[in-house]
């Protein structure tokens, strides 16, 4: 009996790995799939069409009851197409569970990714180009309501392949309470490096830092802020080719790496994602970097003043977009692809982009919801909102490549190395450098 | 002559007799055999097949490699680095895990009061899943105002970031788990306790033996069945507890919390290299065959079972 035991556990262990994924994915498109084929037929009358809708949420709130909220709407007044939202975890959930479908040839129809998966998804041949659609509803004309910054990382070799919906930036919260007990202006964040630095370590003391900025999981997002304000983005817009160990990249992670180790001013080594929030909150730390996804849960349950601003600037302002964006997919039929682009399009419209905004915190893809009343009342009561929205000017897209978890992995590895004291900025990322090279040597041919 | 043809009859019918028991056995047998092969066997073919060819984002269709991708493993930084890890992973849980467990076993054994509360206490960290056990402990961990950091800051050090820094990030990994798995292995330990006679220790006793020789001569020999099943258990699942990392470390900072099974998650749901992902899975294997290797033909021959 113990033998059989211990060559079990040894047997079920190994293999849940690969083949896990390929059945639960089974498993979970099962009952979509019966609903697709059904629809398909039924598609061919110009009748009824069934889409699956893949969703993840990567924000605090009750998320879902809205996303199904609005859904409903979309069916309301599309009667003859229905949606079935399925909500996938988190969006490193969402990206497995959509490359089993793709692979088990059951792709969802329609998916919120990362911006950032454009390449990964090019590679696997999952997604269509957008451009067809587009031009029957106003070529760029239609294009040009969605905020530059946010397009960037849909857009590739001139064709558009996805359409913002819940993307955020970087900005900084400070604590207004704080800034007066340090005899700062509480109205006046600090607007460049040399500043920030300065009330930094003012800030700094009796069990308080001056300034948290979060690494786990998003090292490579952090580094880009000072990169895009010290010099350009880390990548070219067609993802082949990075450009990590330039000497205003090292120059940035020195001053980041500094504001520890020298200054004092920020906790050493590796700060969580998620305690960054929470220090804010608890008066732990007088200022953070962190997503304006975080706006309203901090505008929750601050129990201070706080206030938004830019991020510091060195030669400029900047900081990279974050957040997902609607895919439609490869391998599902026409009139599928044409409803899943009437629902992409009316989850976007002006004034839902405005209300998601307002119930997010994210930043609200289209210029246009911003002259919406309900944001202007809003923004009147909460001016903070607007930070994120001003901020998009300088914003520029977020890291993505060809083989971009691996690249990602390999920048994040090596900002961390450096900011725990192993490597120096510049030994840290020419090594990522020299790396990611060689993960995109394959793209390069 | 009439013998010899009596004998062979007997033979002949044994040997049907035989026959006819064993297809018996195989049939009992047949279920989980069939589900043994299906979903395990089946897939450890697959994954070896697969770990020759190079299947990556950038090879749309997969190309025979060899042992390409083995070679770049080995010459693989990251991939040396888990390695080491979960070795020293298994070092720190395995033995602190299975001498907390017997201890609080023989302590659970012997309180008299509170006994159901005592195991019940012990026990508790087993039935909180690993997601929501790390993020408990990644509270407790939180530099400044986690319990970790209150305790510390009494005498004296505090602002320690334990997950944060590359030297403490696996003793941090290491102190929860033990404390996650030790209730489990004592309940194993326990079930151990129950089964020594309690003759041996009445004759122990009147011969006026100290508890510590009782314990080293009687219950610790007694109790080596359990021990090295409850060994093979932890350090499986040195190699099989990952779920705690994804909440709090992510393998960070720099990988020096990584482990294989979580570097295998990356390599196939992150990076998308199902190839190099297979590789890792074999090595997973092999490992873990070696495991329970060294258990059938090691160790079990020199283990006295009651």
Request: proline share 4%.
């Amino acid at each position: 009996m113990r033998k059989w035991n211990a060559m079990g556990l040894t047997a079920t262990l190994g293999l849940s790995l690969l083949t896990g994924c390929g059945n639960s994915a089974g498993s979970g498109n099962g009952t979509g799939n019966a609903g697709v084929e059904l629809a398909a037929t039924a598609a061919g009358n110009g009748e009824k069409v069934e889409l699956t809708y893949y969703y993840p949420i990567a924000v605090g709130g009750p998320l879902t009851a809205t996303i199904e909220a609005m859904t409903a709407d979309f069916m309301k007044e599309n009667p003859n197409i229905t949606v079935k939202p399925v909500y996938t975890g988190s969006y490193a959930d969402t990206a497995v569970k959509t490359q089993a479908g793709v692979q088990a040839k059951q792709p969802p129809d329609v998916a919120v990714l990362q911006s950032t998966e454009l390449f990964s998804l090019l590679d696997m041949d999952a997604i269509i180009p957008l451009d067809e659609f587009i031009e029957k509803d106003g070529g760029d004309g239609y294009l040009s309501d969605f905020y530059p910054a946010f397009m960037e990382n849909s857009q590739t070799e001139g064709k558009t392949y996805s359409i913002p919906f819940q993307r955020s930036t970087i900005v900084l919260y400070y604590n207004k309470d704080m800034f007066k007990a340090a005899g700062l202006d509480p109205e006046k964040a600090p607007a460049t490096w040399d500043e920030m630095q300065q009330y930094a370590v003012k800030l700094a003391g009796g069990g308080k830092w001056g300034l948290e900025i979060p690494v786990t999981g998003y090292a490579y997002w952090m580094l880009q802020t000072f990169a895009l304000q010290n010099g350009g983005n880390l990548m070219t817009p067609d993802g082949k080719k990075v450009m990590f160990n330039t000497p205003e990249n090292v120059e940035g992670l020195q001053y980041w790496v500094d504001l520890a180790a020298k200054h004092k001013a920020m906790p050493g080594g590796v700060t969580d994602w998620s305690t960054v929030p929470s220090d804010f909150l608890e008066g732990k730390t007088a200022m953070m970097y962190h997503t304006t996804g975080n706006l309203t849960n901090v505008k929750k349950n601050a129990s201070f003043d706080f206030g938004v601003s830019f991020l510091p600037a060195a030669k400029q302002y900047g900081s990279p977009t974050g957040g997902g964006n609607f895919y439609i997919f490869k391998d599902i039929d026409k009139n599928k692809q044409e409803a899943a682009w009437k629902f992409v399009k009316f989850m976007t419209e002006t004034e839902r982009a405005a209300q998601w905004s307002i119930d997010t915190g994210y930043v609200a893809v289209k210029k246009s919801a911003y002259e919406t009343d309900r944001m202007k009342k809003y923004a009147a009561d909460f001016p903070a909102a607007l930070v994120a929205r001003d901020q998009l000017e300088h914003a520029a897209a977020e890291l993505s490549t060809h083989n971009n978890g691996k690249i990602v992995k390999i920048l994040s590895d090596s900002v961390q190395a450096a900011l725990t004291g192993g490597m120096t900025p510049a030994d840290a990322l020419k090594k990522a450098q020299d790396e990611a090279d060689q993960a995109l040597a394959p793209f390069n041919k | 002559m009439k013998r010899i043809k009596r004998w062979r009859r007997l033979t002949s019918n044994m040997r049907a007799g035989r026959l006819k028991s064993n297809l018996f056995a195989w049939m009992l047998l047949l279920p989980s055999l069939l589900f043994l092969l299906l979903f395990t066997f089946y897939p450890i073919f697959l994954t070896l097949r697969l770990s020759l060819f190079q299947a990556d984002l950038s090879s749309p269709e997969p190309t025979f490699v060899g042992l390409g991708n083995y070679r770049t493993m080995f010459g693989d930084e990251v991939f040396r680095k888990v390695m080491s890890n979960n070795v020293w992973f298994a070092l720190g849980t395995v033995p602190a895990g299975i001498a907390l467990a017997l201890l609080m076993a023989v302590f659970a054994n012997k309180a008299l009061r509170g006994k159901g509360f005592m195991r019940a206490a012990f026990f508790y960290p087993t039935l909180i899943p690993m997601i929501a056990a790390a993020n408990i402990w990644l509270f407790i961990y939180t530099p400044e105002y986690g319990l970790m950091s209150r305790v510390f800051s009494w005498f004296g050090g505090s602002g320690i970031n334990w997950l944060g820094t590359p030297g403490l990030v696996m003793w941090a990994m290491i102190l929860m788990v033990v404390w996650k798995e030790a209730g489990y292995f004592m309940i194993f330990y326990l079930a151990g306790l129950q089964n020594i006679s309690k003759e041996l220790y009445e004759a122990a006793h009147v011969d006026g033996v100290s508890r510590f020789t009782v314990f080293r001569k009687i219950t610790f020999p007694l109790l080596m069945p359990t021990t090295l099943f409850v060994s093979i258990v932890a350090l499986t699942n040195a190699f099989k507890l990952v779920d705690h990392l994804m909440i709090m470390t992510k393998g960070g900072p720099n990988n020096a919390s990584n482990l294989l099974l979580y570097y295998i998650y990356e390599t196939a749901f992150s990076f998308w290299d199902q190839g190099m992902a297979s590789a890792l899975t074999v090595v997973m294997i092999a490992v873990l065959l070696l495991i329970a290797a060294v258990q059938f033909f090691g160790l079990d021959k020199r283990i006295h079972y009651n």
